[in-house]
């Protein structure tokens, strides 16, 4: 066997390379900063062909089979690159990460050192209100007056709790029981390291609107500058096909389908048929799935017929 | 703490627990046993309570709660039910089957214990044609005269394989070297524990009409004889939500819009514009992504306005 | 194929049946309640039976079987167990908790429901000192005096804290973001799932010595409360040959042996050739890793022939 | 926040460049390939800072490090390397491979493309026979007469089962179905990415003496001719204290204690009071735990008290 005509260079990516180690900044103190990486868009497309054994080799080639693959879900090819992450998160923020098990993880540990003397603040216009129809959500902001008072009470609380803290250490006791008060907010530091289609998972969660701002902050920042110029074929085809998607079922199909031949009235009775829409004493009730297939009608610019 | 409030008995479903230990036949040889399992529906609407701590209690809110977290990916509540299989699979079938690394496995040891002696036949009008569309596909039947060959042959290479097979042990070879030329169509048996979110993927893919004919069946006898007795109303809920979905891409999205809003001429040109639709020599040539969209549009009743 | 011989039924372990819900109480306010579970010692034995084909079946077999599996690490088989528990856990100990990827999760969620008013509690007298040789660990108490004034301040710092999330909650802010300044102390709950064979994993390393007080008495309350009872064969083997297993690297090995066949003078002299002792000008000085060989020669009763 | 002092080049190893790409034969007609690596011995150490804040920074020191963390199996640092390998490997031996669950996989697909025409041959000298003591082993080898019958038989069968193969196709039948009478020992191929420390876990369990010969031949590789080169510190204490650890039980470290302490008769007497040894019609019978921890003894050079 010939082996020098199977030699290879390692794959690279001189847009991350360029950025290596740089943090970006998130919140008021965190960051992410690319640590390694390993693959890129090419390495998606061999192990895809080793898979189906694909022959075709032209860039646009590759663009079409990234966008097949991630279109029919076929993950595993996606699996084969791998990016490692130094991240500094308030813990609160951490504790949602960190439920994305299928991942590799080395946090800062406050048993065997200080704990980091930063906590994430909030700006007077930054407190959000309780969302109504969301119980998990927010929507909307506190003024600025109240914004103000619950600042700089937050301010005395991180500080107390801090001094609290320290005094603890001075007297002696251990790290790892000192903290125990520590407030939520208090940053932390962690390798984060995760194979790319387990990353596009955790953005497919976290930067959809409904996740928590903070978290949702990190993923943007994750997702725009860091994987977009990483795979950038991989990022149009996970913007296309995974995160604008819409997602019919089997009764929104029918619906659909009704609206398109022009036949509203039938659509109507199908959605009050399977109980979407009921007629109340003050007019039509609509179910929560309801109310989730018009917004879905209003982005592919439909019009609603039991709306009209 | 008065304990004796919180006391539980465990959950059981008898429509399961009627059928524990029973084969479900499968191709020739094969089998599906139920030995054991953990939770029900109830299982997963408690979870999703502790998370989410919602109040309500009836049955139809139970519903309701399933399908709402079925529809929105919220997988954590279906991951609190375990099931225990028993199969009886030829082993290239399992091939597949082990690739879904989410589950706990202990296979029949062929270093230890003497091959099973069976393997998986074909009856002569089983021999199915290679797809011209879908390289990894199947279409079609061999006619009756040539799969009668065919399986003839068939039975007399598995013999030939098995007689080896034991010619070898019988001069001493040890046994896992013995197997190595065994037919991949040998069957292996294996005990497979997998909770009910894994598994729903494992019936998502297997089930599919793309999946291979084997593990299909395999997987419908699954879906349709073991999770539907024992969740009902997560069984329902997939079948609506997963299972017979449709999800449109943002491209889909805007030509569906105009469709539905009757302007099949601009939706013609949209698919123009983004190369779903070429114009060929021969008339319009439509790319693989367009021809997905069709399917997705007749199976929802609409026309595809570049095909009239 | 006649079916009805292959009838099972579920497999039950009555000790375990008897406690299910009963909350065992931990800390102040914690707790654990075991849900549900699957499988049991015979379980283990069955799942080993399949992939080994072993034909031995009385009592005395299992226990050397699961002794056997145990001994030589076949892990799989353990994995066929699985057991949920609900469990309230302060959030600083969940953290480390959590850190154990292969189980499911659903934790109570503050972003849909009040935070639990209930936190962790130090008594005057559960103040530990930072351990001098481990930098991750504690020993020794702080004295009363002292302890007093801590836990007086905790309670302060506890209630101001609660105070302020109240207070946020009242004028409307989001409960996803009121939380963020609750101490790590706040209890927290979960459902939690997992086989037994992570479960030991979990066991082995938070029953030991060196696991925070705090999650060690968690862990001390599943092991010998829960998993005893449950599978009592199981949690012998664990015993003799995991959790209080010495291990002996290739040096130790050299070591133990010459020190065995009575030469202790050689025994030192290769003490001194691999570097774990030195002599110092104050005589001679034990490197970190000698000083875990002389605790292993301890605990089996040997002398340490530099010591002498 | 200066982030030019953040900056880093990408961590690289040139012994393992030099190699990249270049097949390392195994077997007859097998390979293993390293495609491409992430991190190093120095990522291992960068990683344990981040959680134990450790300062120093010497190569002596690194090393250290690195003793410690794999000595006291603190793993997730060594999850911070990865590796991504081309294998070629008769699918008997990747039956065994595949067991691995956490890594990541892409196969060669026989539904896609035409099987490999390549089938892993025993030559004549190579038949092992069945283990005597070991159900699941092999040891010495079959006479050259019968092996040279056995190897010309091997040859025959797997040219018929190819030309059955190759028939079907001809014929038009599916790959996918075509290819169900392949012998086990057909070869595969697999792009293969795992984590150095489940890494180093599939090394351990198939380096071992008990391994089937063929896997234990592709780990051997895999250990000595990548890992070493690629992280030569990992490797050399992956060696001390993991690889030929000895484990010691409970009633083993009573046994040896008194042993080391010149006390052979009261081992002696230890060894029956626990079933170890029981004196039989025809002298004393030894358990299966007695011969192993004989086994153990005589690797430190100890002489076993109950067989003088």
């Not at 308030?90 to 439920?99: A, E, L, Y």
């Not at 216009?125 to 937050?154: F, H, M, P, T, V």
């Not at 001094?163 to 932390?188: H, S």
């Amino acid at each position: 066997m010939n082996s020098e005509k199977y030699r290879l260079t390692r794959t690279s990516v001189p847009a991350l390379d360029a950025m290596l180690g740089r943090p970006l900044p998130v919140l008021d103190q965190g960051f992410v900063r690319v640590i390694d990486y390993m693959g890129s868009d090419e390495s998606i497309v061999q192990a895809a062909r080793v898979s189906y054994g694909l022959g075709t080799k032209t860039v646009q080639d590759d663009r079409e089979l990234i966008r097949y693959l991630m279109r029919h879900s076929h993950t595993s090819p996606f699996e084969m690159c791998e990016i490692k992450l130094h991240v500094r998160v308030p813990m609160d923020c951490w504790r949602q990460w960190i439920r994305h098990r299928t991942a590799n993880v080395n946090e800062y540990s406050t048993r065997y050192s200080l704990a980091i003397d930063a906590a994430y603040a909030t700006p007077p216009d930054g407190w959000r209100l309780q969302a109504k129809r969301n119980k998990q959500g927010s929507e909307g902001r506190l003024d600025q007056a109240r914004g103000k008072a619950l600042s700089r009470e937050e301010a005395r609380l991180q500080q107390y709790c801090r001094k609290v803290y320290d005094g603890r250490i001075e007297v002696g006791v251990a790290r790892e029981q000192a903290r125990k008060d520590l407030p939520l907010a208090t940053y932390t530091e962690a390798y984060w390291k995760i194979d790319l289609h387990n990353l596009l998972n955790f953005l497919y969660l976290r930067m959809d609107s409904k996740a928590q701002y903070e978290i949702r902050t990190y993923a943007e920042v994750i997702g725009d500058q860091v994987v977009k110029p990483w795979c950038p074929l991989t990022w149009e085809a996970f913007g296309d096909y995974a995160q604008h998607l819409v997602r019919l079922s089997s009764a929104e199909q029918r619906i659909l389908g009704l609206v398109a031949a022009g036949k509203a009235a039938q659509a109507r009775k199908e959605a009050e048929r399977i109980g979407f829409v009921k007629q109340g004493a003050k007019g039509p009730v609509r179910s929560l799935e309801c109310r989730e297939l018009e917004d879905k009608m209003k982005r592919m610019g439909m019009e609603v017929p039991w709306l009209k």
